[in-house]
């Protein structure tokens, strides 16, 4: 994780950076990308994944989303700290139970 997360409004940003380029599975693999956690309802949030250095095409499906945040959310979303390897998780804000 680089970086501490930068509050977007609705969610955060954080960057990934990848720490050995030497170890592998498969070749060309991207250096950087952009973790991205969008807060819709009390009951959904959005995860992106993508290359921080090159756009891509996504496919333009018109969604129905709320135009404000929920208040009380039904789940919680952490990352690793910076510095840290790259670590997610979303669990039910009542319980701590991983969704």
């Known amino acids: 994780v680089s970086g501490v997360p930068q509050d977007t409004g609705r969610g955060f940003t954080v960057g990934l950076d990848l ?28 995860v992106k994944i993508r290359d921080a250095a090159s756009a891509r095409y996504e496919v333009p499906v018109p969604l129905s989303l709320p135009a404000d945040v929920g208040t009380s959310p039904l789940y919680a979303v952490e990352v690793a700290a910076a510095g840290q390897p790259f670590q997610m998780s979303v669990t039910r804000a009542a319980t701590g139970t991983p969704v």
Do not use: A, N, R, W
């Open 19 to 46: 720490i050995d380029s030497s170890k592998t599975m498969f070749e060309g693999d991207i250096p950087s990308l952009e973790l991205e956690v969008i807060y819709h309802e009390d009951y959904h949030v959005q």
